[in-house]
């Protein structure tokens, strides 16, 4: 984008109702919410690639399960910049 003289930006994918492989978000447990995620990781390190996209990937799930590292979970302080700048969703809990 800076190549451009475009700013950097942001943007949320949401892609679930197209694969059909896998419930609409709001009717998937966490264990499809989980290989959903993983399914879009193939798609998304494609387009973090190529030049004209590239970016980052920052995973709200803690872990994909029996014990397998979410390699993209985002940082406590990464969270916390992207919420300062309101680009991502303050915790509601807090």
């Given at each position: 984008?800076?190549?451009?003289?475009?700013?950097?930006?942001?943007?949320?994918?949401?892609?679930?109702?197209?694969?059909?492989?896998?419930?609409?978000?709001?009717?998937?447990?966490?264990?499809?919410?989980?290989?959903?995620?993983?399914?879009?990781?193939?798609?998304?390190?494609?387009?973090?690639?190529?030049e004209?996209?590239?970016?980052?990937?920052?995973?709200?799930?803690?872990?994909?399960?029996?014990?397998?590292?979410?390699?993209?979970?985002?940082s406590?302080?990464?969270?916390?910049?992207?919420?300062?700048?309101?680009?991502?969703?303050?915790?509601?809990?807090?």
């Open positions: 984008m800076s190549t451009l003289g475009l700013d950097e930006l942001s943007m949320r994918v949401r892609v679930g109702r197209n694969l059909t492989s896998f419930n609409l978000p709001g009717a998937m447990n966490q264990a499809e919410r989980i290989e959903f995620e993983k399914t879009m990781l193939a798609a998304f390190d494609k387009l973090i690639s190529m004209e996209y590239g970016g980052q990937v920052y995973s709200l799930t803690p872990d994909f399960g029996n014990g397998e590292e979410n390699p993209n979970k985002i406590e302080e990464k969270y916390q910049e992207l919420v300062d700048a309101h680009i991502m969703f303050k915790n509601m809990d807090d």
